[in-house]
């Protein structure tokens, strides 16, 4: 079973930044595609960010783009730096992992998740 694990949440001011973490890691060696999502209460998973399992495609939400950017190490962890925090950025972070080698949207496509980390912006 792949497990799928972020951290780095919390509360900052609009303007602020906050880094999140995820790592995944499954009984056999391999290279997951992973992304970012984020859901609000009562609203669906919207897609943040993706990059695919070598780390060199990246694909940005228009809301985000310029003040967030996902990086990967050599292997399933990715990082996500948010700057330019706004209210709006405010839900709860979802990371997601996927044997595809494409970069998907959707959130169905992603085959496993993490359990989420809160984001809070405080106008």
């Known amino acids: 079973q792949v497990q799928v694990a972020e951290s780095g949440g919390g509360l900052v001011q609009t303007g602020g930044s906050l880094r999140l973490s995820c790592a995944a890691s499954?009984?056999?060696?391999?290279?997951?595609?992973m992304a970012w999502f984020r859901q609000v209460a009562g609203k669906a998973r919207e897609f943040v960010v993706g990059?695919?399992?070598?780390?060199?495609?990246k694909r940005y939400a228009d809301s985000v783009k310029g003040r967030f950017t996902i990086t990967r190490d050599n292997g399933n962890t990715v990082y996500l730096e948010m700057n330019s925090l706004k209210p709006e950025d405010t839900a709860d972070y979802y990371c997601?992992?996927?044997?595809?080698?494409?970069?998907?949207?959707?959130?169905?496509?992603?085959?496993?998740w993490g359990q989420g980390t809160q984001v809070t912006v405080s106008s």
């Open positions: 997601a992992a996927t044997d595809s080698a494409s970069i998907d949207t959707r959130a169905e496509e992603y085959e496993y």
């Open positions: 499954g009984p056999t060696p391999k290279w997951y595609g």
């Open positions: 990059i695919d399992w070598r780390g060199g495609r």
